[in-house]
């Protein structure tokens, strides 16, 4: 790594401030030497680091535990003219036109614009200052970058969809990542466009290219399993290793795309330092049309990517804790949960403080995997749970819970400008929406992998 200061992940903790770290997503379990723990303090402290600390920061950036700390000033590998931006461009009406226009006179600042039209039912709008490439066949988002991405002559490539807006202090807040070798995409936070009707107004709560506030590794499986397309800064030369885009895709191409980058070495971080915004759906039935074609994806990518998009992802204990309690043995589920506390402690036992460690651990396990599977309940098993809801009045119970207590919540939490209840209502059929498209995907591909849960055990010991 090229950079020596470095932040930790809201997830850090060192107990008694010894030789033991909690930290990542999913949490992992890292033994410090004398060494390490001197590396670790001046992490914690944001000092500069000694030299020979690349081993040690390397294994924590990679598990999510500490994240690169870019200061303004800080020198950059590239500026912007290092960047050509590639907007995939389907032009419906005139909306679309004026949005396209706006979104290619904000990047003059960069190297160059390709705008590659994706055979558009309408004409576009004149783009003196874009190069216009217009496809043979309308092939969807993945293929127009891809037509894009061939005649990229910078180091540095920005995929921006038309509806997003950005300003060139997005692209700026971006550049120094790229000091780091290996990093091979960044991407910002993707907020809402502020909006007075109640769509807007859910979406600027809760849209699903709005990935929150904290920075992540992107990778699957964890906190922050994927970014959207909708605005990416790429090493041109990582996409080309990939061969860019899956074009068969014309849902989630960009989920397979982070995936295979992964795959192949390539960092990928998630910097909500930077942000743009983007469109909020223009109607309700926009909205549902969005979700069901984001579930379609799923059955796809879980086929392509075997194990990476379960609808759950909780340790066997905490599934086991919940089944008793939605099957209303509350007793012998908290029997169950002492037990995995007592299990936990004798794993930690070389840790400070080690039964106080395992009670919170388990107790936050346990917590998040209730939030997990309520979740995956109204999203993706709500046809099988409303079947089970029609005979079975536990059944009804547990649906409610699941499709009431997250959302107030979730409410309570980030305090959106919509009333509670209108939020839940759009919340339950936003994520209804979604377990449709999901349901209708596993049926066309005839496979069943991206309805199945997957049972961990943690924390992981990473030595």
């Known amino acids: 790594m090229s950079t020596s200061r470095f932040i930790v992940d809201p997830s850090w903790r060192r107990p008694a401030r010894g030789k033991t770290v909690f930290a990542g997503s999913p949490i992992k379990l890292f033994s410090l030497s004398a060494e390490g723990k001197a590396i670790v303090e001046a992490i914690e402290h944001g000092q500069l680091l000694p030299d020979g600390h690349e081993p040690l920061t390397s294994r924590l950036l990679d598990a999510g535990a500490i994240h690169p700390l870019v200061m303004p000033g800080d020198e950059c590998t590239f500026n912007a003219l290092d960047v050509t931006v590639v907007i995939p461009a389907l032009v419906r009406n005139e909306n679309d036109s004026r949005l396209l226009q706006q ?20 004409l576009l709008p004149p783009l003196p200052s ?29 995929f921006i969809d038309l509806d997003v807006s950005i300003t060139p202090e997005t692209v700026n807040e971006m550049l120094a990542y790229f000091n780091a070798q290996r990093v091979g995409l960044v991407a910002p936070r993707v907020c809402s466009k502020p909006g007075a009707d109640i769509i807007a107004q859910y979406e600027t709560a809760r849209s699903p290219l709005d990935l929150g506030t904290v ?13 959207p397309s909708a605005m990416w800064l790429c090493r041109t030369s990582a996409l080309r290793e990939i061969h860019g885009f899956d074009a068969s895709l014309n849902v989630g191409e960009d989920v397979d795309a982070v995936w295979r980058l992964d795959k192949a070495g390539w960092q990928c971080r998630y910097q909500p330092n930077a942000s743009c915004t983007h469109e909020p ?7 549902v049309s969005q979700r069901i074609s984001y579930g379609t994806s799923a059955a796809t990518l879980a086929k392509k990517h075997r194990g990476a998009l379960s609808p759950v992802r909780v340790s066997g204990f905490s599934a086991v804790i919940w089944t008793l309690i939605a099957a209303g043995f509350p007793g012998i589920s908290a029997l169950v949960g002492f037990g995995t506390v007592v299990a936990l402690a004798r794993k930690l036992r070389n840790t400070p403080d080690a039964p106080r460690e395992a009670l919170r651990l388990a107790g936050l396990g346990n917590l998040h995997a209730g939030r997990s599977i309520a979740s995956a309940i109204t999203r993706v098993w709500w046809p099988l749970a409303v079947l089970l809801a029609l005979v079975s009045r536990r059944a009804r119970v547990v649906l409610l819970a699941s499709a009431v207590i997250p959302s107030m919540y979730e409410w309570w939490k980030n305090r959106p400008s919509i009333d509670p209840l ?17 349901w209708k995907g596993v049926l066309r591909e005839k496979s069943a992998d991206a309805l199945i849960p997957d049972l961990t055990s943690w924390p992981k010991s990473a030595r």
């Open 103 to 122: 979104l290619v006179e904000s990047c003059s600042f960069v190297a160059a614009v390709i705008v590659v039209d994706d055979c558009s039912p309408v």
């Open 130 to 158: 874009a190069r216009v490439i217009r496809a043979d066949l309308a092939g969807g988002p993945g293929a127009a970058r891809n037509i894009g991405l061939q005649l990229v002559a910078t180091p540095l490539v920005a």
């Open 215 to 227: 920075e992540a590794r992107v990778r699957s499986g964890t906190r922050v399993s994927y970014v």
């Open 281 to 287: 759906r223009k109607s309700l039935q926009n909205l």
């Open 422 to 438: 209108r939020y839940t209502a759009l919340r339950a059929l936003d994520d209804g929406a979604y377990g449709v498209g999901v």
